[in-house]
C-alpha cells in the first residue's frame, strides 16, 4: 500500500509537461495527501518489523536525490511528522500493555544487533538468502526473477516502455538488492526476512512471463507461431501446476500432524469435561519437542488446558563472558533426554497438581509429569528407556494413544519422524 501511494514521479525525476511549465514541481494537494498515506504506512510497517528501513532508504534516497528543494523540504518534514507520529503511539499503546514504559523497537536493536543475541536461534553463511532464500520464495518463477532483475536493474526497456516506469523499476531493483546485501551481513537468517520484498519480486518476474508468452510473432514465421505458442502454453502450464503441487504440499501435507495434534488434545479436554460433567475439569500437556514445534499458546486457548514446552530462551541476562557456555532448555534436554527427564523432570510417580499449576507447573525437582506427553517419534527410544529403565519399571505407566504422520522428511533430526502422544495409564 505505501509502494502505491510512494511519489514516483518526484523519486524518478520524471516531470510531466505542466510540471515542467510551473519550474518542475509536481506537488500538488492530492500527491501530498498520497505521500502522507504513503509515508503514514511505511513508518507503520517499520514499526512492526524494523528492518522493512531498508527498502524505504534506498526510496528516500532517490526521492531526496531528484526533488527539487521545496519538494526535499516537504517530504523530510513530512517523514519527520509520520514517523514520530508512528513512534509515540506504538510507545502509548506499550506503555498501556506492558505497564511501563518500553520501546521494543529500540529493544530489537538492542538485543539482535548490538548484542548479537539472534545467533542463538541459528546461524546461516552469508550467501543464505540468494542460494536458498530467494529460491524457496519463488520456486518455478526464479529463472524470471533473475531475468527481470537484471533488466530492471541496467534501466533496460520495459513493456510500458515509458521512462517513469523504467525508473520506479531501476529504483525497486536497487531497493531489493540492498536489503539483501545488508541482511546477508547478519549472521541469524531466515526466509520471512525477506516477505516484504516478495511483492516487488513478483512484479520483476512477471514481465519476462509476458514478453515470452508474447515475443514469438518477432522471432518466428507465421506457420510456425501457433507451434511455438502451445509449446510455451504447455511450459507455463507445467509451470504453474507444479507450483500448485508444492503449495498444496508444503500447506497441507508437510508437517501437518503439529497442527493435527492440536485438535486431539483439545477435543480430549472436550470430551473429558463432558464425561465427568464438569467445566473446572483440567488437562495438562508436556511438549518434549524442540521450541515452537507446535502452535500450542495459540491453539490451546481453554483455560482448563495446562501445558509446558521446552524452552529455547536467548541468554538476555548473562554476561558476555557466560554465553559461550550457555545452552538453553531444548539443547540441555536433547543433549542427554534421559538424564534431563531425571534430573529436571523429577520422579516419575510425581504428577500436576493445584500447587504445582499455580507454581508455573514444577516441583521441587522441576517439572511434573502430565496426562499427555507429546513428542516425535525420534524421542520414543529415550521415553522408553527412561520409564522402563531400572528404578522405573511399573511407575507412572503411559501408553501411546495418538500417533499421527508430520514429514516425509525434516532437516531437523530433531523433528523426524510422527507425532506421537502418549496418555497416562
Given at each position: 500500500?505505501?509502494?502505491?501511494?510512494?511519489?514516483?514521479?518526484?523519486?524518478?525525476?520524471?516531470?510531466?509537461?505542466?510540471?515542467?511549465?510551473?519550474?518542475?514541481?509536481?506537488?500538488?494537494?492530492?500527491?501530498?495527501?498520497?505521500?502522507?498515506?504513503?509515508?503514514?504506512?511505511?513508518a507503520i510497517a517499520c514499526i512492526l518489523r524494523p528492518t522493512n528501513i531498508l527498502i524505504w532508504m534506498s526510496l528516500s534516497f532517490f526521492t531526496l536525490l531528484y526533488a527539487n528543494r521545496k519538494e526535499r523540504y516537504a517530504f523530510v518534514w513530512k517523514a519527520f511528522c509520520y514517523g514520530s507520529s508512528v513512534v509515540v503511539l506504538s510507545g502509548l499503546l506499550d506503555r498501556a500493555y506492558y505497564g511501563t514504559w518500553t520501546l521494543p523497537l529500540f529493544r530489537f536493536l538492542y538485543y539482535n544487533i548490538v548484542q548479537s543475541l539472534a545467533v542463538f536461534y541459528g546461524r546461516s553463511p552469508w550467501h543464505y538468502y540468494v542460494s536458498q532464500g530467494v529460491p524457496l520464495l519463488l520456486t518455478t518463477a526464479l529463472p524470471f526473477l533473475v531475468v527481470g532483475l537484471w533488466n530492471a536493474a541496467t534501466l533496460q526497456d520495459s513493456l510500458a516502455g515509458s521512462e517513469l516506469v523504467r525508473r520506479v523499476r531501476f529504483q525497486l531493483a536497487i531497493a531489493s538488492l540492498f536489503a539483501i546485501i545488508i541482511l546477508s551481513f547478519i549472521s541469524h537468517k531466515e526466509v520471512r526476512?525477506?516477505?516484504?520484498?516478495?511483492?516487488?519480486?513478483?512484479?520483476?518476474?512477471?514481465?519476462?512471463?509476458?514478453?515470452?508468452?508474447?515475443?514469438?510473432?518477432?522471432?518466428?514465421t507465421k506457420p510456425e507461431v501457433s507451434k511455438v505458442r502451445f509449446g510455451k502454453r504447455v511450459l507455463v502450464t507445467l509451470l504453474l501446476c507444479m507450483n500448485m503441487?508444492?503449495?498444496?504440499?508444503?500447506?497441507?501435507?508437510?508437517?501437518?500432524?503439529?497442527?493435527?495434534?492440536?485438535?486431539?488434545?483439545?477435543?480430549?479436554?472436550?470430551?473429558?469435561?463432558?464425561?465427568?460433567n464438569s467445566s473446572t475439569l483440567t488437562t495438562t500437556v508436556d511438549f518434549l519437542m524442540p521450541c515452537h514445534s507446535t502452535p500450542w499458546r495459540s491453539h490451546l486457548v481453554h483455560?482448563?488446558?495446562?501445558?509446558?514446552?521446552?524452552?529455547?530462551?536467548?541468554?538476555?541476562?548473562?554476561?558476555?563472558?557466560?554465553?559461550?557456555?550457555?545452552?538453553?532448555?531444548?539443547?540441555?534436554?536433547?543433549?542427554?533426554?534421559?538424564?534431563?527427564?531425571?534430573?529436571?523432570?523429577?520422579?516419575?510417580?510425581?504428577?500436576?497438581?493445584?500447587?504445582?499449576?499455580?507454581?508455573?507447573?514444577?516441583?521441587?525437582?522441576?517439572?511434573?509429569?502430565?496426562?499427555?506427553?507429546?513428542?516425535?517419534?525420534?524421542?520414543?527410544?529415550?521415553?522408553?528407556?527412561?520409564?522402563?529403565?531400572?528404578?522405573?519399571?511399573?511407575?507412572?505407566?503411559?501408553?501411546?494413544?495418538?500417533?499421527?504422520?508430520?514429514?516425509?522428511?525434516?532437516?531437523?533430526?530433531?523433528?523426524?519422524?510422527?507425532?506421537?502422544?502418549?496418555?497416562?495409564?
Amino acid at each position: 500500500m505505501a509502494l502505491l501511494y510512494w511519489p514516483w514521479q518526484i523519486s524518478s525525476g520524471v516531470r510531466t509537461t505542466a510540471a515542467k511549465l510551473q519550474g518542475g514541481s509536481t506537488t500538488t494537494a492530492n500527491e501530498d495527501t498520497r505521500l502522507g498515506r504513503s509515508l503514514l504506512i511505511a513508518a507503520i510497517a517499520c514499526i512492526l518489523r524494523p528492518t522493512n528501513i531498508l527498502i524505504w532508504m534506498s526510496l528516500s534516497f532517490f526521492t531526496l536525490l531528484y526533488a527539487n528543494r521545496k519538494e526535499r523540504y516537504a517530504f523530510v518534514w513530512k517523514a519527520f511528522c509520520y514517523g514520530s507520529s508512528v513512534v509515540v503511539l506504538s510507545g502509548l499503546l506499550d506503555r498501556a500493555y506492558y505497564g511501563t514504559w518500553t520501546l521494543p523497537l529500540f529493544r530489537f536493536l538492542y538485543y539482535n544487533i548490538v548484542q548479537s543475541l539472534a545467533v542463538f536461534y541459528g546461524r546461516s553463511p552469508w550467501h543464505y538468502y540468494v542460494s536458498q532464500g530467494v529460491p524457496l520464495l519463488l520456486t518455478t518463477a526464479l529463472p524470471f526473477l533473475v531475468v527481470g532483475l537484471w533488466n530492471a536493474a541496467t534501466l533496460q526497456d520495459s513493456l510500458a516502455g515509458s521512462e517513469l516506469v523504467r525508473r520506479v523499476r531501476f529504483q525497486l531493483a536497487i531497493a531489493s538488492l540492498f536489503a539483501i546485501i545488508i541482511l546477508s551481513f547478519i549472521s541469524h537468517k531466515e526466509v520471512r526476512f525477506l516477505y516484504p520484498l516478495l511483492p516487488a519480486f513478483h512484479l520483476f518476474a512477471a514481465e519476462p512471463l509476458t514478453k515470452l508468452l508474447s515475443s514469438e510473432k518477432l522471432i518466428f514465421t507465421k506457420p510456425e507461431v501457433s507451434k511455438v505458442r502451445f509449446g510455451k502454453r504447455v511450459l507455463v502450464t507445467l509451470l504453474l501446476c507444479m507450483n500448485m503441487i508444492i503449495g498444496y504440499y508444503t500447506a497441507v501435507i508437510h508437517q501437518s500432524g503439529v497442527i493435527s495434534v492440536m485438535d486431539f488434545l483439545r477435543h480430549q479436554h472436550e470430551d473429558r469435561q463432558s464425561a465427568h460433567n464438569s467445566s473446572t475439569l483440567t488437562t495438562t500437556v508436556d511438549f518434549l519437542m524442540p521450541c515452537h514445534s507446535t502452535p500450542w499458546r495459540s491453539h490451546l486457548v481453554h483455560s482448563g488446558i495446562h501445558a509446558w514446552a521446552l524452552g529455547c530462551e536467548p541468554p538476555v541476562d548473562v554476561s558476555a563472558e557466560d554465553r559461550e557456555a550457555y545452552v538453553d532448555e531444548a539443547d540441555r534436554f536433547y543433549n542427554a533426554p534421559v538424564s534431563f527427564m531425571r534430573d529436571e523432570i523429577g520422579d516419575s510417580e510425581k504428577r500436576y497438581s493445584s500447587e504445582d499449576k499455580e507454581r508455573g507447573l514444577t516441583t521441587d525437582a522441576g517439572k511434573s509429569w502430565p496426562e499427555y506427553l507429546v513428542f516425535f517419534a525420534q524421542l520414543e527410544p529415550d521415553l522408553r528407556e527412561y520409564f522402563l529403565g531400572a528404578g522405573n519399571v511399573g511407575k507412572n505407566k503411559y501408553k501411546e494413544c495418538w500417533r499421527a504422520f508430520n514429514s516425509h522428511w525434516h532437516d531437523d533430526w530433531r523433528r523426524r519422524g510422527d507425532v506421537v502422544v502418549w496418555c497416562l495409564d
